[in-house]
């Protein structure tokens, strides 16, 4: 069958957005993942540094890799605060999301990155392992061009309105509500 | 800071599952890239079929080379049928939707992967460029151990039973009604 020549868009002005992905779906993280592919065609540079997971390997990790160097990916966290089986205290969470704000806005201030993801940030505020006025200070540090995306469930309502697209990714079914245990490449 | 050794989790029951994204917002295609990304680091081998896309450029389409061999992606579509702009009518539509049908069974039966991703089948369907008992006969050849993956918003309610795991991707905001063009890496 025939196909048709390729179409090529391109922005008249140039902006830089922040994308908020929140919601208790699945698809917040691996979206952020998928706009690295599509930033790395364009030969663009991305930043993801990761707040709170970081204690499990995951398969993004050694994928990420085939993205080098266009995009660069940092673990900060030490795995899911709160959650069943995590060992490690409330202060060492904290801890880590700190520096990980602190990462972030040197990444963002550097100048060399494209697209800057941060990746579980709006959970890792609404645990308070982050404080509100640090995201929103980070909004304020956004150069104009530089994409920013904030993924993670509870996004405050102050960074959901700073924000210039926004989507929610809610969950309607899931597949260990079902008893079926998570699996490689879908799940983690 | 001293960071843990990563755990691995290893499923003790291996399922193939089937997951829908579906919704208003966005997050859908893009998740299902990201899911490649994951994917890879596994050494799995993903098919992806776009079944209305395929008129114009996105980065995904370069991005997506540098995780070849492990994802090949497949463009069989000729744009979003019935958006402004889309020169296309609607019998060669559904005709490219039929040959991108044809292609998805034969990946399904060739058993050379281990995730298929059927991007804008759900709506595909919804539009009557593939019909619904096409859709499910697919989900009936699916073999016990592979990954379906269904994108698109207006999944059928039929199709949300028999799946897994289902994400409904809603939006909350967009900057394309703040009159802000889409921005390569970020909505294309």
Redesign the interface.
Known sequence: ?E??P????E?????G?V?????N??????????????????G?KVSIIQFMK??????????????APNVELN?MG?GFCGIMGNP?PYKEHR??AQ?AVKLAKERILSGKY??VILDEINNACHLKLVDLPQVMEILDLKPPLM?L?LTGRNAAQEV?DR?????????????YR?G???????D?
């Open positions: 069958m196909m048709p390729l179409q090529y868009l922005p008249k002005k140039k902006t957005l994308v908020v992905i929140t919601g779906g699945k698809g917040k993280t691996t979206s952020a993942l998928g706009m690295c592919v599509r930033a790395t065609g364009y663009m970081g204690d499990m390997y995951s398969g993004e990790l050694d994928g990420i890799k085939r993205l673990l030490k490690y801890a880590n520096e494209d697209i994409h995306v959901i924000a210039d697209t926004v989507s929610e990714v809610r969950e309607i079914k899931h597949a079902q079926i245990e998570p699996q490689k490449g879908i983690y």
